[in-house]
Structure formats: C-alpha cells, structure tokens
C-alpha cells in the first residue's frame, strides 16, 4: 500500500470536515469497542486481568528473544507436517511469492480472510493484476473491498462507514431491494460470499500467531469466514509476519485470555482455527498444499533496539479504540496500514522516520493506549522515543528547534525567564482585553483555530510571591 | 514538614492565583511551604518534542532547587508525573545522579494527592456553593493515580455537589505542543469535552492541571458557552474560586 502519512495533517483536516464520518466515528467512541472491553476486565476481574497482562508481555518477550531459533523451529515443525514455509524480507517479495504459487498452482480465485499484511504488500491488486480475482470475506473487508477503500480499523475495518452507506454499497452490487435491517444485509452478504467460498481454489488468511512447537498457525475470528478460507479452497497460503511466533500451545492459550478481551470484549471469540499442515490421507477436509510466506518487512530492523517492545504487539486494537486523536480522525488520516497509536509506532518504523513526520507527534501522549494494550507495550514512549529520533536526525522543523532551544535556555537562566515572563504576562493579558481572552495568539495560531485562549491575570506568580514576601 | 512547592510555569505565567491558593492549602495541613525563588519549568516540552539534553538539564536545575526539601509538591498532575516517573530515565547513563534524581522522586506528590494522603489535611478552608463535575487529567490519574483524592477533599465541602460527566477520564485534547502542532484535532477533542461537561448539567468544572483548565476554557467560550466556569482544585477547595 501507497504510504500517505506525510499527509496526516490534510488527511486529518479532511476527515473533521466530513460530517457523516464524524457521526460514524461518535458512534464508534461512545459506545463501540472500549466500552465492550471495560466490561469484559470487569467480569475477569481487574487484578486478575492485570496478571494476564503481565504474563502476556513476558510471553512475547521470551519469543522475541529467542526470534531467530523459534523461527527455524517453527519452519521444522510446519515442515514435517507437510507445509511449506516461505519467507519474504519486503512486502513486494511476499507478494511475488503468492504470485507464483498461483502460477505453480493454477490458481484464478482467491478468497481470504483478514490479513493486514496483505495490505502491508498490496496484495489484492497484485492478484487482480495476474488474473487471480481476490474475494475478502471478512464482512468489514467485504464492504471496504466494495467500497473500493482501505481498511480504517484493524480489525473493525469497516467502522468508518454508516449502515446507511454500507445498505446503498450492498444495493447497488448485490442488485437486491435495499435493506437496513442489520441481520438482514449480513445474511445478504453471506449468501453472495457463498458462492465465492465455492469457487475459490485459493484461500489466503493471515495469522494472529505461529506457534513453533506444533508449527501451527492461528487465526481468531467472529464470522466463521476464516475456517472457509483455510479449509475448503485447495490451496491456503497464511501470510503474517515473521514477529507472531511463539513457543508453545500454552502460550497460545495465555494470549488467547488477552486477545479478544481486549479487541471487542468477548472471553473467546466465535471461532479459533489453528491449521497445522494439509489435507492428509483420510482427513475429510483441507487444503491440499499448504503455505506460510512469513514477512519480515522491517521487523528484524526493530530486534534489539530500543524499539523491540512494539514487536510484542498481537494486533487486538484496544490503542486506537481508546486514542482520543483516532476516535477524532479515523484511521485513514494515518495515511497506511497501521492506524492509531500502535501505527504511531510501527509506520515510522516500517517505512522511514523520514516518510511520516508527523504520526509520532500526533498522539497528546495520555496513554490511555498504554493502559489497555494486552501485552503493555510503552506506547508514549515509544512515540517520545522516535520525536528523539527524529530531532537526532534533524526531521524537524528548523522554526520548532529554534523555539524549543530558546525555551529551554531562557529556563535555564532564570533571570531571563523572570523578565520574559513578566513581559508575557502583561503582553498577554494586554491582548486579552475585557473579555479576558485572546482570539488569535501570535506565535501559537494553532491553538485559536478552533478555541479562544484566556489571558493570563496579568502578573507572574513570582513578582506576587517576591512582594508578598517583602511586604 | 518542609514543602518545597514546585508552582510549575503555566502557574506562573497564566494563574498566579492557583499557586497562592496551593500555599493556603499547604500551610492549612500544617506545612511550612518553600518556594525557590529560582525555579522555572519542569523541561516537559523539550523531553516529549525528543529534546531529551534540554530535559535533563532542567531536570538537574529542579534537583538542586527541591533535594533538600521534605516533599516536593506541584499543583499539577502533568508536572509531577514528569519529575516522579520520568527524571530518573533521563540519567540512565549517570548512576549517582539518578540515584538522587529517585530519591526526590518518591517524595514528589500532586498536591491533591499529598494534602489527601500524605499531610491529611483536617479541615477544608474554602466554601463553594453549586455543582461541579471533575475532569481527570491524563498524567495525575495515569502516572500517578490521582482520582479519589480530589474528590474526597472536595466531598468535604458542605455546599458542593460533584456529578460525574461522561467519560470523565478521557484527554481534552491539550497535549502540550499537540495543542499548537495539531490545532484543529486538538479543538475537536476538546469539542467533545466540552460536550461532555455540559451534559452533566454542572456550573463548573474543576480540574487539576493548568494546560487543560486554558484548553477547556478556551474551547468552552469559543462555543459560546460564557458561563461554565472552569477551576482548578486548589482554588476551589482554598475557597479563591471567585474568579
């Protein structure tokens, strides 16, 4: 996918401006995700979901330390249960593996399930573009794939549209009498998916883990669409990335306590599927071949810097269902693949610093992400973290250095800042007039674009306190 | 007990009336309240615009002006959460500094937070008549767990009535330079704040950190809204809440 994040501020101006996005996006905040994860810690209970927290960060931890060996354990295991394990070090590599593999096959229809790293390859149009015609069956990619837009959410990736724009997309493809009634247009959808599960010979899912012991790959999924995928066509390929193994089935039972809490709030999701190999003599369903094309796509460039905690990440999505900036935006203004805090991190890390200068600084640091993540990846800091970088690297604006560096002197010397202050204060306060605010703050026009800034009263705390003290 | 009270630059700069109510507050639980004269900001904008030498330069500057008081207290969740559990990451490379940098750290306190549990402040000097909703700051309820304390100190003032707005610990959208940087996505958080607050049918909300009490307020009159007054903490419960 095309990287846009150099353009969060245009694309986010354009996303407060649209009006039906704006209601979608109140709807998601008041009472979408979060709330549903709030109750479901409550019912685990708040201690006890600390602990799994806890023992979810050391899980991924362990894994990535030991990346390299788990990685060629988990190629060992696969293996000998009949799979093969591919690896592509860029997105463009993980699509032309698919690619061939349609050839080797004969493939010409894909149906697939969630899988954000075939975003990260632009793996749909690739397909298209070779004559293999690539179906999404999530029923949010369904619509998004409609719709011809990215994905907006992780796993809700649909969550910027209305149900009034998905009845008019679904009239308009299905060319059925337009329905509103929710039940109604999934069952809609489901009959027109059907006939794609059939058809298909290729099903691409992604993987929300690798587990190395077994050789297994996991997908979790509320529609029943990724069992489809990655049992009737006679092909799956499982794409994902090289950072989602671990060890054992044990901890694949641990982080599946923490995962859909944390995403939409269920104890379990609706379907759990872990694929191990093909079809073998006298198995009644699977695929005949059986692939894993594992990405690296710069995440080996994130191991044993101080970086590696993003890594942890099992993509529930619980950051930007509790980002006051993405519940504002939306998830395209971040321009790629990854929205909210979590593609704060992992944008800037996977494309360049360089190409998206403002995602880091795009967070007001409030770290309510950094509370709810399941794995408790430091996401402020991360974020703080790369604003260093980018300031080692000399990204930022020369205008912000310069006031940032003359902040920091005159606070180092006192009596400057005392004089500086004093002049502020009277300054500000002169501005402020009888209404005691400022309309348009000089040096500072992004704070009055959309609120007033009230004067200061007019001395500094420091001249009262020294005259206080004299009198 | 000797409290050196860090006023914070917003304070001083914007509400001069907040520190003296802080020292009211202070000298009301019995402490003999310290103000160096010297002090100027915490270093919070350079160490979240990645300008980590300028942080700890300041960091070093506010270690020598506070080590040898008691406590150090700030009338900010913000400013404190930045000194307790931020300075010490700062010397990962000096251990003798950062060994002293901790020391000061576990005696920082947010002032709500510290009349509350720390001097157990026994009687509330100030009146305020009407109903007020809290807004809980990011840093002091998520560094540093500031929730209960101020409402239970305010819970003691006869004529107050607190109601809850909706989402009460969501971020108004200040952020520090966020709010300058991104304007517009600052404002339309605070937008729905703002919202919020309405909603919950109070005359005033109070809050405790000076960076969300200029957002709220700046947003408040740009919608129009003229008479939901916005106060800190400290002045409410010093009974200087005329304003």
Redesign the interface.
Known sequence: MQVQSLHF?RR??EA?GNATLQSNL?KF?AGGLALLRARAVEAYGRDAFERLRDAGAEIRDRSLADLDTLIERFEREATARGATVLFARTGEEARDLVLEICRRHRLTKAVKSKSMLSEEAGLNEALAAAGVTPVETDLGEYIIQLAHEAPSHIIAPAVHKSKDEVADLFASTHAKPRKTDIPAMTREAREALRAHFLEADLGISGGNFLVAETGSGAIVTNEGNGRMVTTLPRVHVCITGIEKVIPTLEDFATLMRLLPRSATGQPISNYVSLFTGPKRPGDRDGPEHMYFVLVDGGRTNLVGTDMEEMLRCIRCGACMNHC??YK??GGHAYGWVYPGPMGSVLTPAYVGLENALDLP????????C??VCPVKIPLPELL?K???????RGL?PWT?RAG??L??W???H?RV?AFG?WW??RYLRFMGGGAK?IRKLPF???????????A??G????E???KRRGA | MRVGLF?T?L???????V??AAIELLEAAGCAVY?P?????C?Q????????A?AR??AE?VLAEFEDCEYLVAPSGSCAGMIKTHYPELFDDAPALRARVERLAARVHELTDFLANVARLARVPGGFRGRITYHDS??GL??LGVKGQPRALLARMPGLELVEMGDC???C????????????????????KCRAIEASGADAVVLGDLGCM??I???L??RGNETTKVLHVAEVLAGKSGR
């Open positions: 501020k986010a101006h407060l109140e905040g006051p900036v504002t935006v600084h795009a967070s007001t640091l409030c770290n309510q950094g509370v703080r790369l604003r260093e970088k980018q300031v080692d930022r912000e940032l560096r902040w920091a005159a606070a180092l006192p800042y202050t502020a204060a605010r500072a026009g992004g704070w009055t674009v959309s609120r007033d800034f009230p200061p009263e001395k500094t705390f420091r009262l306190y020294r | 006023v630059c304070v001083d700069l914007m509400r001069p009336s520190g003296f103000v004269p010297t002090q100027t900001c270093g904008p350079g160490y979240n615009s990645g300008d980590r300028a330069a300041l500057k990011c840093s998520r560094e610990e969501q971020c959208g200040f952020g520090g330079t966020f709010s300058v940087k991104f304007g517009e996505i600052s404002g339309a958080i605070a937008e729905r200029l957002n307020e700046g947003r009159r740009r």
